[in-house]
């Protein structure tokens, strides 16, 4: 909400990623501005964002940390229509936001709303049940290697004062269904 207020004049869209996301284009070297511009142009008028889905990755297999870049090492990815890929994450033009409820989701001005960028229909929170990656998609890198999930596991959650149910978590998160 502090990065709204203070720089919603200075970009187009803006967007708030967690350090094992990656926001990757699907169309090939097109521009993610571009992307969403044409998404947004094409709905029928209050779009003011877009909502991307995660695609989760695995483990890949690694039990320790490998050497090398981490969208080298994981390669590995729950399907499209796994439950964990319903969650979007938002790329909003920033003037159009009165503030943020979660890293996932804001609350627009009266008239405002994110799009899903597969269809252009309209999102009321932050899941998208139709999971196509038509345009764009976040990579989310989830777990890592089991000991990076587990140092992962001992900082806790930044937005409260908790652990997260390590065993249950690893388990719904470490999704390895299909290379990518």
């Known amino acids: 909400n502090d990065a709204i207020k203070k720089h919603k004049k200075e970009c ?3 967007a708030f990623m967690d350090m094992d996301e990656f926001i990757m284009p699907t169309i090939p070297f097109k521009p993610i501005y571009q992307i969403i511009s044409e998404q947004i142009e094409k709905s029928k008028g209050g779009a003011a964002g877009i909502g991307v889905n995660w695609a989760i990755f695995g483990t890949s297999g690694h039990t320790k940390k490998p050497e090398g870049l981490v969208t ?6 729950g399907i499209n229509g796994h439950w964990a890929n319903y969650l979007i994450k938002t790329i909003c033009n920033p003037r159009m936001i009165d503030y943020y409820i979660s890293p996932h989701y804001p609350i627009y001005k009266l ?3 994110s799009i899903n960028d597969s269809d252009g229909s309209r999102l009321w929170g932050w899941f998208c049940h139709e ?5 764009l998609r976040i990579n989310h890198y989830f777990t890592k290697s ?7 596991h001992a900082r806790g959650l930044a937005d409260r004062n908790q652990l ?10 470490n999704l390895n269904d299909i290379e990518d």
């Open 131 to 135: 999971v196509k990656y038509e345009t």
């Open 164 to 173: 997260y149910n390590f065993h249950e978590m690893f388990i719904q998160y």
């Open 111 to 113: 008239g405002a709303y």
């Open 12 to 14: 187009r869209y803006i």
């Open 72 to 77: 080298k090492n994981f390669i590995k990815r």
């Open 146 to 152: 089991e000991e990076e999930y587990k140092k992962k």
